[in-house]
């Protein structure tokens, strides 16, 4: 009995000395842990991010406030998750909102959250509410555990009396500590899309941002890298690798503070954005998608790639269509026969499809000779084409091809029947001079009714003939003349209300018409953000297909996006190249052309059949199968990479000259992702007719394991030259 009470009262002295257990949100991938913890004032705190932690009990040893220094004294205020306006930390928020009574702090307090396991991985909702005015704010956490990818959102609520005005909306907040950073960024411009440049981030903030209204992109694109520590590096390194999924305005502010901590502030830009939220309405900030790799920006890339095509992109497990365009070779310069021939140089070329581009469009006095006229009047050009778009599909039929076609119904030229009819929808400012970029206004998708065209024009377009195998949804202009006639007094909404009106109509289109593949264009690549990708298939990197210049602008697209996305045609551009280099340069993506045979002579084409129809046998490889960035232009006169299929059977590695020095002495070229027990064996494809293999390695035996640490001498010193090279591991499976 004594023995009894002992027991129990040993157990209860237990319980009291037991702590209280801390609140701690563990978001989880099978490589990371991002922990979040409610500190004693009720608010929630960043922890950690780093490597996924071995042992749970470790969860609860982070304090949320305080980094002793080696003074002893506190160096850091807690890293508050969705810091607000006014509070204590005095550095960049994620939030700012002027309440009813002119009050602009705000302070969010934890009240619950949720997780659950979700295809894939798992979903975290936070919820926090102020204490003073009834403000909610929820946090979004949807981790993807096999590809070590986070997608983050915020959901603003309120229920004051009257509109809360909110001036900074943050998709999230993460925090580093670190003795370096170092910001990858890719500028941009029409024509020279994606290009990387590093630097190391100070104290204070650096700004990426753009206010292009229409497109996320064309000055920068809305992705970025940090290196934690280091510089980023291919293949070794901590890396933040994180892109925003807004295709409009967008803002990415990097700030050191006094105690050389870096927080990343991802999201909408507010700039001239003062966003006045109504009771009740829900302020929904686009996802931003972040990825931390320990094995620098190759491994992220590979996170992203297989995190698109398995969750994100439209149709990311499906098969892409190659296909030849007709906009570098006709311009606005083309009839029925001329288009009818071209769908016979497609059959004959070996593509599924023949695209046709900008100028079928606009009859009479708008008609579309050139980008002056026409946009908005959707009705087929008779002049150029007296039997309509019947005739096309019929005559994609004969040639044995299928046919896909151009649009771009988010615009307007004033010279068109729209504008006459509707001169209200269009986005521009009553009382100045008018600017317009390539002649054309961007419409106001702010307003309903114009949602309601510009679906329109698509479900015309489709309903005219079911044949119509696929879009090329284009964007020229950013928008001008910053003034919506539907907004009214609430001009200020027009840049995020306009890009949510985008989201409309396409998410009509993609309810009705799930199955029609589209591709995202945007005067070349300014529209490239994982939101709009929800919608197309494909997206067109860029206008400039110079191969040479590809090779920059591929390998700075590849870091976000899976070569399934990434359209990627042969044209005239660089004529001092030979077909055969431009079409390797363009078989690491989603092969395409836009080039007339006339141009070609039959040695040539006899290259592009082939090379097409191995492209078509390896598509599994190139789209679906895992990348590998093995040499990077930006460092050297040459540019590799290698695809491996998920059974490591079959790999391609594409490897190009671009400008090899005199007596450059030329290094092997180490091949990854292969099964090092396996035997390969090496084969040489796109060859020129007429020509042999050059390649030491040709119809050659090696093991995996020798191909990735010996590797093959795939370069040259001939300026401009390529080489695609098969590997097929002998015997079947593992
Ligand atoms: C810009 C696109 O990038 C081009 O490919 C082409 O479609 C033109 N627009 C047509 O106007």
């Known amino acids: 009995m004594k023995r009894t009470l002992l027991s129990i009262a040993l157990c209860c002295l237990g319980i009291l000395m037991v702590k209280a257990e801390k609140t701690v949100i563990r978001i989880a991938t099978q490589a990371n842990d991002l922990l979040l913890q409610v500190g004693d004032n009720g608010r929630l705190y960043q922890t950690y991010f780093g490597e996924r932690l071995a042992n749970g009990s470790d969860l609860q040893n982070f304090a949320w406030n305080v980094y002793p220094a080696s003074d002893g004294a506190v160096t850091r205020r807690g890293w508050e998750v969705y810091s607000c306006s006014g509070n204590e930390d005095y550095f960049e928020p994620a939030l700012a909102m002027l309440h009813n009574d002119g009050n602009p702090t705000t302070y969010l307090y934890y009240v619950s959250h949720e997780q659950k396991n979700i295809e894939g991985g798992t979903e975290t909702v936070i919820l926090l509410q102020d204490k003073q005015y009834p403000v909610s704010v929820k946090l979004h956490y949807v981790a993807y555990t096999q590809e070590n990818v986070v997608k983050t959102w915020s959901e603003i609520s309120h229920q004051e009396k009257k509109p809360v005005t909110l001036s900074a909306y943050a998709s999230t907040m993460l925090y580093f500590g670190a003795d370096r950073y170092y910001l990858t960024e890719f500028s941009s411009d029409w024509a020279r899309e994606a290009q990387m440049s590093s630097q190391q981030l100070q104290f204070g903030k650096k700004v990426i941002d753009t206010k292009l209204g229409s497109r996320a992109a064309m000055h920068t694109h ?397 598509q599994g490889v190139i789209l679906d199968g895992t990348q590998y960035r093995l040499v990077s232009p930006y460092e050297t006169n040459h540019m590799a990479l290698n695809y491996v299929s998920a059974d490591q059977q079959k790999a391609v590695l594409f490897a190009y000259d671009l400008h090899p020095r005199f007596k450059e002495i030329l290094r092997n070229v180490k091949l990854q992702g292969l099964n090092p027990a396996r035997q390969y064996r090496v084969k040489e494809i796109n060859l020129m007719p007429g020509t042999a293999s050059t390649l030491e390695a040709e119809g050659k035996i090696y093991s995996g394991d020798y191909l990735m640490k010996v590797g093959l001498n795939a370069f040259s010193s001939t300026h401009m030259s390529s080489r695609v090279i098969e590997l097929t591991a002998l015997g079947e499976g593992r």
């Open 222 to 618: 809305p992705f970025f890298e940090v290196g934690i520590g280091q510089p980023v590096q291919e293949q070794q390194g901590e890396v933040l690798m994180g892109t925003l999924g807004w295709t409009g305005n967008f803002r990415f502010t990097f700030e050191i503070d006094n105690v050389n901590n870096l927080r990343v502030i991802p999201g909408i830009n507010p700039y001239a954005s003062n966003y006045q939220l109504a009771p009740h309405q829900v302020f929904t900030t686009p996802e931003f998608i972040f990825t931390l790799s320990h094995n620098g920006a190759a491994q992220g890339s590979r996170n992203l790639q297989e995190w698109a095509r398995n969750w994100s992109l439209k149709d990311g497990k499906g098969t892409r269509m190659t296909l030849l365009n007709n906009w570098e070779n006709t311009a606005f310069d083309f009839n029925q026969q001329i288009l009818a021939d071209l769908m016979k140089e497609a059959k004959k070329l070996g593509v599924d499809m023949f695209l046709l581009d900008d100028g079928w469009f606009a009859d009479g006095s708008h008609e579309r000779k050139d980008d002056h006229a026409g946009l908005g009047d959707w009705d087929v050009n008779h002049a150029k084409l007296p039997q309509g778009i019947p005739a096309l599909c019929d005559a994609a039929d004969a040639a044995g091809v299928k046919f896909g076609i151009w649009i771009e119904p988010e615009m307007v030229n004033p010279n068109s029947e729209l504008f006459e009819k509707h001169p209200d929808w269009a986005i521009t400012l009553p009382n100045r001079d008018t600017y317009y970029y390539r002649n054309q206004l961007v419409l106001d998708l702010a307003n309903p009714a114009v949602q309601d065209y510009v679906y329109g024009v698509v479900e015309t377009i489709l309903k005219t003939d079911s044949r119509i195998a696929f879009f090329k949804w284009d964007c020229n202009s950013p928008i001008t003349n910053i003034y919506s006639p539907y907004l009214k007094d609430r001009q200020s909404q027009l840049y995020i209300d306009h890009v949510r009106g985008v989201y409309n109509v396409l998410k009509r289109v993609k309810e009705n018409y799930p199955n029609v593949p589209m591709m995202l264009c945007s005067g070349g690549g300014a529209r490239c953000d994982y939101e709009a990708l929800k919608y197309f298939t494909e997206f067109w990197c860029s206008d400039d297909t110079d191969p040479i210049e590809r090779c920059y602008i591929q390998w700075g697209f590849s870091q976000f996006f899976p070569s399934k996305a990434m359209c990627a045609h042969v044209t005239s551009w660089n004529k001092q190249s030979s077909v055969k280099f431009r079409t390797d340069v363009a078989s690491m993506c989603k092969l395409g052309f836009d080039i007339g045979l006339k141009d070609l002579n039959e040695q040539e084409i006899a290259y592009c059949q082939t090379a097409v129809a191995n492209w078509k046998r390896l």
